[in-house]
């Protein structure tokens, strides 16, 4: 039976980490990110494996000629074995954004963004799958800068980049630290939920709490919009509740001030295990003098995102909103 290049990809990334956790005394994830980097590299790093292990290892890596796969076909096969490793971990805050999502997101950026080149930031990059989903999808020579505090996410996300030879710049740090990067075109994120517990950081922030600790998906928002130019657009996943928390008012506040709200698109709840846990895509624009707020925002509820008909008549329904908002 034929095996698909993604199974291929597959058990190579998975049976050589495999080897490399066993003989390095690792995690899983992280002798991904280690086969990764040898087959990037098309060498093995690790002075200290038996020279068996690296024959072996040799031998695996000689048997795929990454050059022949598609971009698509690399991350969903890295994605893959990223999850499996997630599964080992007991680490829930790591929880990657599914495919469907991340195309959903990559249509509107691309719709939103009509520049042939523009710059674009994924403030939470994790693994970077939501980052490199937008990036195949355009196509286009795309400048992007990934951003995340959790130094194994970020290697995996440096790997799962290289792999796919999307030259995206990485800095491991918090995010809501002062960023030294260049204003982009476009924001992606998929936020993180919850209180941000550095109080001190969080006074630099306008939507900082008056009481206690401060929402990081709040001040991740804000740091978004410092580093938009004018007239740039933000997609942010939220959770649906996000207008409905003790801390709202301050944040309607502030994209009154700073922003236009293109629209909201809520994600059907049975992508969710939980009803509590449905999440929306938030649309906004950054304020600028030539731009105009749009004539009404768009407002839908996704159908099925297997359903292609409805899917389909919704696409429909965004082009005809963009034809009359857009100009």
């Known amino acids: 039976m034929q095996t698909t290049p993604v199974e291929q990809l597959y058990t190579l990334f998975n049976e050589t980490a495999l080897r490399l956790q066993e003989e390095l005394g690792c995690s899983y994830l992280e002798a991904l990110a280690e086969t990764g980097e040898n087959l990037f590299q098309d060498t093995i790093l690790q002075e200290e494996l038996s020279e068996l292990t690296s024959k072996w290892l040799k031998k695996q890596y000689e048997s795929i000629h990454l050059h022949q796969f598609k971009n698509e076909e690399i991350r969903k096969a890295f994605q893959l074995v990223i999850l499996k490793g997630m599964k080992e971990s007991v680490q829930p805050n790591h929880q990657m954004t599914p495919d469907s999502i991340g195309m959903l997101m990559a249509y509107l950026v691309s719709k939103f963004n009509k520049e042939p080149a ?136 502030y994209i009154k001030e700073h922003l236009y709200i293109q629209g909201l698109l809520h994600l059907p709840e049975n992508m969710f295990k939980q009803k509590h846990a449905a999440k929306s895509i938030l649309m906004l624009q950054k304020k600028a003098d030539q731009i105009k707020p749009p004539k009404q925002a768009l407002l839908v509820d996704l159908p099925s995102l297997s359903n292609k008909t409805e899917m389909d008549k919704m696409f429909s329904k965004i082009e005809k909103w963009l034809q009359e908002n857009k100009g």
């Open 118 to 253: 523009f710059r674009i930031l994924d403030p939470a990059v994790g693994t970077g799958n939501l980052l490199l989903t937008v990036l195949n999808f355009i196509g286009k020579q795309v400048e992007a800068v990934g951003i995340d505090i959790d130094d194994l996410l970020i290697k995996l996300a440096y790997v799962n980049a290289n792999l796919q030879e999307q030259p995206i710049r990485f800095f491991n740090q918090d995010s809501l630290d002062p960023l030294f990067i260049d204003p982009v075109d476009a924001v992606i994120a998929d936020l993180p939920v919850g209180y941000y517990p550095n109080d001190i950081r969080a006074t630099d922030y306008q939507l900082k709490a008056d009481h206690g600790h401060s929402y990081a998906h709040h001040l991740f928002i804000e740091q978004s919009v410092r580093h938009t130019k004018p007239g740039g657009f933000l997609f942010f996943l939220v959770p649906n509740g996000l207008f409905e928390s003790e801390q709202a008012g301050k944040l309607h506040d």
